[in-house]
């Protein structure tokens, strides 16, 4: 079972090799052609348009104005991406675009957006209005392109998918760990840490895939994205808190533990809970979530410095620190992103977030896989502590470990006793070769006999018991009669050696206190067959 599990490990560690040179060669294969389209003569453009006018008409509201002038026939597009805005399009001051006139105010806001105008033809002259929710957030700038629709979404689409490639691998990452923990956590000592880093990593690569351009592009339920993405960062913190105590097997008090769980279920509840009766939205509500996670990588800070002065620098540090450095960095950048409300946030911590997911998999995966090589060696040891060298069938040891096992539960036991006849004779006259043979050879006849009905123990030279539990007095007769079957077909077909098993059988009765009892009644019954055997043999 335990070679088994070390296979697993190493399918896996193969697959997220191969997941990795994919992904890169994908990347820039990506990058390469979208340079290619952008570059080509032969391809029609989008284009880049900047505002003729750009005024910031209050704190929360910014407009932007634009004169075209298109032939008859030309049907083109203005993009934008907002973010936490409301928008409304003016042509020649008629309303033609609206995202603020919605039912209610949980949607009035609903996170990213991205936006399609069609523009008439003709010369028009088009206003743009975006009201933020939030006064820091409407200080960004906006990027408009005007094209073809089809031909706007597509550009867009290979811009944004490299990003998203690297946030499905996270996601792909954390899936394969969890399930090679779902075949391994029972051979493996830390099993925890695996399954809260799987976790950690599915959550945040699903995070990460919602908050993308690419989803943005494709997706027109943004409330529904919006809040998706925010519950899945609520998970975050936690997650990643419980990743760092196992990982780096803080000795953490298990109240200090409970009360962070506490103040994270408590602050998810509440975010949730104050969005939906509008006293206020996600982003107003982030920040007691953002200190829950400063203090998990405070946590992952601490455990590394144990780590380093428990056993120094060892291949684990050497793997994390640097991505560790470049995590915080990258979550100190996310959050500047996040309240001034700069959208490309997400690109560099996803690739940043992408190398730390990598290295600690690696350290993971070698982690695992080491000590399945040491239950591997573990178990073989146990094995040939409990195990019969010659016959493979259990030793004197196992069945002793059994007996202090079962203590004082003898209920519906049966124990068959087994004695092979004239072993001395072959070994004085033969040899022991031909003895150990004899041995081999009536062990086998033993196993086949009972046909997995009970374990088989050699508890002596030529001393074997059969342990069974809820059998009839019926299925041991037929044991028994087959095992003499076996006997005397053996014996036909051999020149020289001649087997001979001497065999008793007793089941517990109200009398028997304990497996010892049974043993003598077993023991006594199988002396009288041995004796009828050379009784017989005489005559």
């Excluded at 290619?36 to 505002?51: E, G, L, M, R």
């Excluded at 036991?413 to 092979?420: P, R, S, V």
Aim: aromatic share 12%; with cysteine; charged share 20%.
């Amino acid at each position: 079972m335990v070679i088994k599990m070390k296979k697993t490990i190493d399918i896996y560690q193969k697959i997220l090799i191969l997941i990795a040179c994919a992904s890169i060669i994908i990347i820039f294969g990506i990058f390469f052609n979208s340079n290619n389209i952008a570059n080509s003569d032969n391809c029609k453009h989008t284009n880049i348009v900047v505002p003729d006018i750009t005024e910031k008409i209050d704190p929360t509201t910014t407009k932007y104005v634009f004169h075209f002038n298109f032939s008859s026939g030309e049907q083109l597009s203005l993009h934008f991406i907002t973010d936490l805005k409301t928008v409304q399009v003016f042509s020649n001051n008629a309303l033609i675009y609206d995202t603020g006139n919605k039912a209610s105010t949980i949607e009035e806001t609903s996170g990213k957006i991205s936006h399609f105008i069609k523009l008439p033809t003709g010369k028009n002259t088009v206003t743009i209005l975006t009201h933020s929710k939030y006064m820091a957030s409407n200080s960004d700038s906006i990027s408009f392109r005007l094209g073809d629709q089809r031909l706007i979404l597509t550009e867009q689409l290979i811009h944004a998918l490299p990003y998203v490639i690297v946030y499905f691998l996270t996601f792909i990452c954390g899936l394969a760990l969890f399930l090679c923990w779902i075949v391994i956590r029972k051979y493996i000592e830390n099993a925890k840490a695996a399954l809260s880093f799987s976790l950690l990593l599915i959550t945040a690569g699903l995070w990460l895939i919602r908050g993308s351009d690419f989803v943005c592009l494709l997706f027109t339920n943004n409330t529904t994205l919006y809040y998706i993405g925010y519950i899945l960062f609520l998970q975050i913190p936690t997650l990643f808190f419980s990743f760092s105590i196992h990982y780096w097997q803080i000795n953490c008090k298990v109240w200090k533990m409970n009360v962070y769980y506490f103040l994270s279920i408590a602050n998810m509840v509440g975010c949730i809970i104050l969005h939906m009766f509008n006293i206020t939205e996600f982003k107003q509500s982030s920040f007691f979530t953002h200190i829950l996670l400063v203090i998990a990588l405070f946590v992952a800070f601490y455990g590394m410095v144990l780590h380093i002065q428990k056993s120094g620098l060892t291949l684990k540090i050497k793997l994390t620190i640097i991505p560790f450095i470049l995590l915080i960095l990258s979550v100190f950048t996310d959050y500047t992103g996040f309240y001034s409300n700069a959208l490309t946030s997400y690109k560099r911590g996803g690739l940043i977030v992408l190398i730390f997911v990598l290295c600690i998999t690696i350290d993971i995966l070698i982690d695992l896989a080491e000590q399945l090589r040491e239950g591997q060696r573990n178990a073989i040891y146990k094995k040939l502590a409990t195990t019969d060298i010659l016959t493979g069938m259990y030793n004197r040891n196992a069945f002793e470990q059994w007996e202090i096992k079962q203590g004082g539960e003898i209920a519906d036991i049966g124990i068959a006793l087994c004695d092979l006849n004239n072993l001395k004779f072959y070994n004085d006259n033969y040899g022991h070769e031909l003895g150990d043979q004899y041995i081999i050879d009536a062990a086998d006849i033993i196993m086949k006999a009972f046909d997995n009905k009970g374990e088989c123990y050699r508890i002596g030279g030529d001393e074997f018991v059969v342990v069974v539990h809820h059998i009839s007095d019926f299925d041991i007769q037929k044991t028994k009669q087959k095992m003499c079957t076996m006997e005397n077909e053996y014996n036909s077909k051999s020149d020289i050696l001649k087997i001979e098993i001497a065999f008793g059988y007793t089941a517990t009765i109200e009398t028997d206190h304990q497996i010892s009892d049974i043993m003598k009644r077993a023991d006594q019954l199988m002396y009288q067959e041995k004796k009828r055997l050379k009784y017989q043999k005489r005559i």
